[in-house]
T-cell receptor, first 115, second 116 residues
Framework: DTGVSQDPRHKITKRGQNVTFRCDPISEHNRLYWYRQTLGQGPEFLTYFQNEAQLEKSRLLSDRFSAERPKGSFSTLEIQRTEQGDSAMYLC?????????????FGPGTRLTVL | AQKVTQAQTEISVVEKEDVTLDCVYETRDTTYYLFWYKQPPSGELVFLIRRNSFDEQNEISGRYSWNFQKSTSSFNFTITASQVVDSAVYFCALSERGFGNEKLTFGTGTRLTIIP
């Protein structure tokens, strides 16, 4: 198993364009998380899936953001009408219960730059 | 609401010196988990340690050690005999024992630079 993968690793777009990111979790991990990390800050929780169900969304996730996990495997995060404030690193993590806790394993992230 | 504070924004030490990174947390839950992650320049978060709220035993792993004190809501991380490869941003994080969603709340990180 190669760990959590994210694609693309870098994305540069112009303001107003739509972008989509993909996350492939570790096989058999039923939980998947999206976080956003801006420069000089720690990652902030965006949303969480258990299998294909999106169970929680942060207030940070405006109407322009949508996340899906259609078959309970990979997930996509789409940002519509991008704004300069969306520039950040978008991190994906997956987990599977081990003992009393789900260890989260992070992917390398997708760095978004909105011009 | 849960909160993690890392007051040290940046620390620089000379190689082989010991260094302690501070972490203070706030939570209303009695069951929670604390973490330290390392983020090297490549950007990927690397898990270092997890402690649960019922286990205040300090832990040592090689050059790393962690001091968890519930009385002061602190979970400090010490690197002994630092090396250049330790240079990175270190994040402390907290997870409350929710109903399945064990989302992490991170501090703002401490950038550690080890000077050769």
């Amino acid at each position: 198993d190669t760990g959590v993968s994210q694609d693309p690793r870098h994305k540069i777009t112009k303001r107003g364009q739509n972008v989509t990111f993909r996350c492939d979790p570790i096989s058999e991990h039923n939980r998947l998380y999206w976080y956003r990390q801006t420069l000089g800050q720690g990652p902030e929780f965006l949303t969480y899936f258990q299998n294909e169900a999106q169970l929680e969304k942060s207030r940070l996730l405006s109407d322009r953001f949508s996340a899906e996990r259609p078959k309970g495997s990979f997930s996509t995060l789409e940002i519509q009408r991008t704004e300069q404030g969306d520039s950040a690193m978008y991190l994906c993590a997956s987990s599977k219960r081990t003992g009393n806790y789900n260890e989260q394993f992070f992917g390398p992230g997708t760095r978004l730059t909105v011009l | 609401a849960q909160k993690v504070t890392q007051a040290q924004t940046e620390i620089s030490v000379v190689e082989k010196e010991d260094v302690t990174l501070d972490c203070v947390y706030e939570t209303r839950d009695t069951t929670y988990y604390l973490f330290w992650y390392k983020q090297p320049p490549s950007g990927e978060l690397v898990f270092l340690i997890r402690r649960n709220s019922f286990d205040e035993q300090n832990e040592i792993s090689g050059r790393y050690s962690w001091n968890f004190q519930k009385s002061t809501s602190s979970f400090n991380f010490t690197i002994t005999a630092s090396q250049v490869v330790d240079s990175a941003v270190y994040f402390c994080a907290l997870s409350e024992r929710g109903f399945g969603n064990e989302k992490l709340t991170f501090g703002t990180g401490t950038r550690l630079t080890i000077i050769p």
